[in-house]
Every structure is written in structure tokens, then in C-alpha cells.
């Protein structure tokens, strides 16, 4: 079985730093392929948009309003998040999914259980 754990949420004023943390973990022990990783966004009342992303390569793109505040990398089985002068329209929950492949279950999509990103004005 293959999971998410996510983490570095917290609340933040504006201008302030966070840095999220993915982390693939295979409870079965089998290798891990970890393909195309993504950070996204749920905000309130909004629907989810794409933050970051990253190949396997180490090509990334980005969300035109995060460019130059926010870096995607990887590290597997890793990914991170490195947000910075951050502000209130930032806020939201911080969702990770990947593209994995295990020799057991092939190719799979997952998604993270959140991590919640506040910021205060």
C-alpha cells in the first residue's frame, strides 16, 4: 500500500515563509517509482487550482500568481513546497498528488489528506 503524509501547514502572517513537505511511503516494502509530483490549492469557496508542479526530471511549472515566491522540489520520496512572502490569498488547504508506480500495483494517482495554510493580514 502506498500513502501521503503531508506536512508544514501553519498559520503565518503575511510575508511570512512556509515549507510543506510530501512524503510517499509503500507499507509493503516493494520499490517506488515517483513520477510527476503536484502541489494544489482548496481555497473557500473556490475550486481546487494546480500551485506547482514537477516531473521526474525536475521540470517544474508554476501558477502564474506563485511564481517567484514559490519553489517545487523533489528529494524522493519527497516533495516540497518552499512558500515565501506569502500572502493572504494564499490561504487554503495545500493538497499533494503524485504519480506513483510500485511493481505490485502498477501505475497509481494519489492524492493527500491536506495541510491547512493560513495567513493573516
Known amino acids: 500500500q502506498v500513502q501521503l503524509e503531508e506536512s508544514g501547514g501553519g498559520l503565518v502572517p503575511a510575508g511570512g515563509s512556509l515549507k510543506l513537505s510530501c512524503e510517499v511511503s509503500?507499507?509493503?516494502?516493494?520499490?517506488?517509482?515517483?513520477?510527476?509530483a503536484a502541489w494544489y490549492r482548496q481555497a473557500p469557496g473556490k475550486q481546487r487550482e494546480l500551485v506547482a508542479s514537477?516531473?521526474?526530471?525536475?521540470s517544474t511549472d508554476y501558477l502564474d500568481f506563485v511564481k517567484g515566491r514559490f519553489t517545487i522540489s523533489r528529494r524522493n520520496p519527497t516533495v516540497y513546497l518552499d512558500m515565501n512572502n506569502l500572502r493572504s490569498e494564499d490561504t487554503g488547504v495545500y493538497l499533494c498528488?503524485?504519480?506513483?508506480?510500485?511493481?505490485?500495483?502498477?501505475?497509481?494517482?494519489?492524492w493527500g489528506q491536506g495541510t491547512q495554510v493560513t495567513v493573516s493580514s
Open positions: 498528488n503524485v504519480d506513483v508506480w510500485t511493481p505490485i500495483t502498477g501505475p497509481l494517482n494519489l
Open positions: 509503500v507499507t509493503s516494502g516493494s520499490v517506488t517509482r515517483l513520477d510527476r
Open positions: 514537477i516531473t521526474r526530471s525536475g
